[in-house]
Nanobody, 121 residues
Framework: QVQLVESGGGLVQAGGSLRLSCVASGSFFSIRAMAWYRQAPGKQRELVATITDIGTRNYADSVRGRFTISRDNAKNTVYLQMNSLIPEDTAVYYC???????????????WGEGTRVTVSS
């Protein structure tokens, strides 16, 4: 009933930039928060950045100052602008939406399939 579609991953040299996008589609009442996670080879999945429905942002220490999360509520889309990329940023990046399916319901989490980011030195 609800799907997240991601785009923007790829191969980039160190120091370069990428812009990830994730759009939510289907039937739901509202999206309360959206987030980006990543999982590097041999490591656990980690939270990269979050943005609430009113625009409050939080970042992992490892990306603060280099990455920017934003959202377009009219398009049900979250973005992750990644600048000054380093090899340590190499990972599969996943988007997540915390949404309310119908009014007065609880929050459910919906995940994207992930998009791979590779940063070469």
């Amino acid at each position: 009933q609800v799907q997240l579609v991601e785009s923007g991953g790829g191969l980039v040299q160190a120091g370069g930039s990428l812009r990830l996008s994730c759009v939510a589609s289907g039937s739901f009442f509202s999206i309360r928060a959206m987030a980006w996670y990543r999982q590097a080879p041999g490591k656990q999945r980690e939270l990269v950045a979050t943005i609430t429905d009113i625009g409050t942002r939080n970042y992992a220490d490892s990306v603060r100052g280099r990455f920017t999360i934003s959202r377009d509520n009219a398009k049900n889309t979250v973005y992750l602008q990644m600048n000054s990329l380093i090899p340590e940023d190499t990972a599969v990046y996943y988007c997540k939406a915390d949404l309310v399916r119908v009014r007065y319901d609880g929050v459910m989490a919906v995940w994207g399939e992930g998009t791979r980011v590779t940063v070469s030195s």
